[in-house]
């Protein structure tokens, strides 16, 4: 679901500011790439039970998580390491493309309950190449939207993206959105801390200068 430069270059990854490829790890081909595509010229098109027991590509996922700085590429938001349940999201289906299913440059970091929402439908756009501007966030609602200056096809692409990831949904992106716009509000996290677990959110409010004003729009209470 960029290209703000600083977040770009701090590699702040997220789908709605644009996501800057990182370079594969030294251990990736012989924890993955190697044995992968040893498993694939033995099995051409492997099961769901067959990929779950060559799933090499989870070796990886601790410098995935590193790489990525921990932010989710479809919600924008810090996967906590206890509690987050980051996985490897393979950007082209493995059923679509075997071959990429072991290959560093289809992996994008996702946390599970947005991962188990792209699963293998193919009209989420790539991370990779969202541009600056796409995707923006109303206030006082927390909405994600289409930019407003957006060509009518790349508008319905943008939206069939958020609605495929539920990128409003209410029990989950928007209740995380939420939590992070009240404890900023209430003085409870600072500017820097959205920028480090939320930089979507940061830089929508920068956007929008909206840093200081957030706060009397929202009108939380300390006893909210």
Same mark, same amino acid.
């Given at each position: 679901m960029a290209t703000l430069a600083v977040l770009c270059e701090d590699v702040r990854g997220?789908?709605?500011? &644009?996501?800057? *490829?990182?370079?594969?790890? /030294?251990? !990736?081909?012989?924890?993955?790439?190697?044995?992968?595509?040893?498993?694939?010229?033995?099995? $051409? +098109? &492997? +099961?769901?039970?067959? #990929?779950?027991?060559?799933?090499?590509?989870? *070796?990886?996922? &601790?410098?995935?998580?590193? /790489? @990525?700085?921990?932010?989710?590429?479809? +919600?924008?938001? #810090?996967? /906590? @390491?206890?509690?987050?349940?980051?996985?490897?999201?393979? !950007?082209?289906?493995? +059923?679509?493309? &075997?071959? $990429?299913? @072991?290959? #560093?440059?289809?992996?994008?970091?996702?946390?599970?309950?947005?991962?188990?929402? *792209?699963?293998?439908?193919?009209?989420?756009?790539?991370?990779?190449?969202? *541009?600056?501007?796409w995707f923006v966030i109303r206030f006082p609602s927390l909405l994600v939207v289409p930019g407003k200056e957006l060509p009518e096809r790349l508008v319905s692409r943008v939206q069939k993206t958020i609605n495929r990831l539920g990128l409003n949904d209410e029990d989950t992106c928007m209740k995380s959105r939420e939590k992070y716009i009240k404890d900023y509000c209430l003085g409870k996290v600072t500017f820097g801390h959205l920028e480090d677990e939320a930089p979507f959110i940061a830089r929508e409010l920068s956007r929008q200068g909206l840093t200081n004003t957030i706060k009397t729009m929202m009108q939380y209470r300390l006893s909210d």
């Open positions: 997220e789908i709605v500011i &644009p996501v800057a *490829k990182q370079p594969t790890p /030294a251990t !990736f081909v012989d924890l993955v790439h190697k044995p992968g595509m040893l498993f694939l010229s033995r099995v $051409k +098109s &492997p +099961s769901t039970d067959q #990929w779950n027991k060559h799933a090499y590509w989870r *070796k990886i996922l &601790p410098e995935l998580h590193l /790489a @990525y700085n921990g932010i989710c590429a479809y +919600s924008c938001h #810090w996967i /906590a @390491y206890d509690t987050g349940a980051d996985t490897v999201e393979h !950007f082209i289906p493995k +059923s679509v493309a &075997p071959a $990429k299913a @072991y290959n #560093w440059s289809n992996y994008r970091l996702v946390c599970a309950v947005l991962n188990s929402r *792209k699963r293998e439908f193919r009209d989420v756009i790539d991370p990779f190449q969202v *541009k600056d501007g």
